[in-house]
């Protein structure tokens, strides 16, 4: 590990010293002399505008303290030598030991919040304490399966859980992601042997690329086996923290594997790096959003002659992943949810205009902080008319004041309730401006920038000029106050809206989904395909676990006796537009961007419904009825007979047309 060049020992005279040249102290490096440092003393970058004394904040109470009565609390022999902080920590603990308190070394307070800090953080500190995971986006699969998966073939997949696979690694403290092998699920803990050589855990993971039986059960056998046996979470951290788990030299062949894996990622970038480091330019359209798979991707970027057996190997799959992964504004990788049965990656291609639109705001907010310093220095030099993003500072300056003299703000990312009847100040916004307010939208609303991008630095640039929110982190949950205050989202907004997007679809502000419908829904119908098939249930009970105002039931259930009394079918009835529907029509196309209903509360939208979303109506409504389960209304029955022990004894499917009684 490389050592810090300073001396870990200070005297009071070069503290003192170095406090009136504006040294930056770190208190861990002075000496264990008898020293209180007052916290204005020690100097710091935040983007708190009022500095706080962070020891009373985040730190450990229990770390030695020069307050602890006893002999150090005298006043050190001017001729005696000062004692090491090895022997202060050993004569501390000796004393303590008693307490039998666990340390918490984390002292990193950006690792508790939303959007840590990874641009200007230390990347190689070998600190266990900094291997935090990234929490999983949205939509992440969180199914947790203890089999081992009898195909000995490679897959790459989104999100893995099987022993032996082979995972991206992404800790809060680091931009560099690492590769590492799972090793199962024990103790509350997901364990993983990572290329660097180390014994890893977490509570909770998701990994956007992993390849599926990596490892084989041999290569992990020496691994489990000096994994120690502990029962709870809080053992297996102290094992870890003691060094006890699996070394360097256990899992040795395993590194080298993945090593491997890694370097043959590396030589496919190199011989695709014109193509891949040109992605942007080649996938992207002007204007509109695409998707596109990992593999879609991979087929236009890479040449063929890579392909193995008609497919690409996983390590080239994983060099045009970390390829996209590097560029800021141009990919977002997507993961699937657990209903939508999709293992592939799926990336977010955004279009030209917006990683233009970004990059122009970014240039405003430079140009910005370099004539605010350079006036600073030379006030002669300061300009005399305001540039646009000065005019949209004092504009929104101006609607934020106006709009707190009915309703303040609260440091909870929300606006406080009003006592009185409130209306938003209009105001007219330039293009510039506009502009401005879709980046601070795209930080705080959509939530695309990386922890490790420079663009939450911009954003919290733009609210530091504002000088509206003193005291606290100038965050996305600030920004998103902000949009509040200026009426760019409405006040009982919720970011949940903002999470999940679709393609061609447009979040509107007033609510719902806005898409364009398709014009002739007429002609994107056709007759019953399974007409000659339908059979009809006349003596069914059906039961829809739905509420009686329930506009479209798409599913429902009934039970049928047999001959024997510890069997009986169980029929699952859904509907079936998709027999009245022409494929690849209009109709199947505006279907296909919502492809079912969203229960938001507050913000329901409808699979089948109009221009502004919300509930289905006119055409879309009559289209509902006609589809929706209800008495001699066609649905596509799946059956499957049971005995008492749940074991399927049979199967069947059948086109059905109509029942008896239809509860909810």
Known sequence: MLQSSKPSNACLRCISQGSRHGAILVARRVSPLNVRLNPSVISHYSTVTKVTDISKTFGPSHFPDHSQPGKHDEKPDKKSKPLSIRVRLASWNSTHEHQNVILNPIHDKLAYTKSPNALVRSQSTGSAELESFKASRAGMTAVVADDWVGTSLLEVGVDSRQPGDLVEIRYQASRAPVMGVYLGFAGGRHHFFSASGRWTMTVGFGSFFSVSNFATPGELEPILAAIPDCKTPDEFDIARQDDKGPSRAVASSLIDKMNKFMMDAQRVYQGSMDELDRAREILADEKEVKYLSLFEIADILLPASLKENGEFPPYALYAVHTSLSRNEVAFKPLSPTSDCHRREHIFEVFPVSFHQS????????????????????DPSKRRVEPTPFESFINKARSLVLASRETRDW??????????????????????????????LRSWASYDLFEPSSRFPGYGATILRALDLYPDVSLDQSRAWTFLQEIGSIRPWEIPSRYSVRFPKTTIMRSGGLARNIPPMLEESRREDLAAAYRTDMKSAT???????????????????????????????????????????????????????????????????????????????AELVREHSLANDVRALTFSAKVDSSGSILDYKRLHQHGWATLST
């Open 542 to 620: 059906v039961f829809c676990i739905d509420s009686p105002g329930t506009t479209m039931v798409d599913d429902g259930i009934s039970l049928e006796r047999t001959s024997k009394d510890d069997e009986f079918w169980i029929h699952v009835h859904a509907a079936d537009p998709a027999s009245g529907i022409t494929p690849k029509s209009q109709l199947s196309q505006y279907m296909e961007l919502l492809p079912e209903n969203i229960y938001l509360r507050g913000h329901f939208q409808a699979m089948l419904s109009g221009t502004l979303g919300g509930a289905p109506k006119g055409e879309f």
């Open 410 to 439: 609260t440091p909870h990312g929300i606006l406080a309730p009003s006592s009185v009847p409130t209306a938003l100040h209009k105001v007219e916004w330039s293009d510039v401006d506009l502009e401005i307010i879709g980046f």
């Open 358 to 377: 970004v990059n122009r705001v970014a240039t405003m907010v430079r140009d910005y902080t370099t004539e605010k310093a350079r006036a600073t220095l």
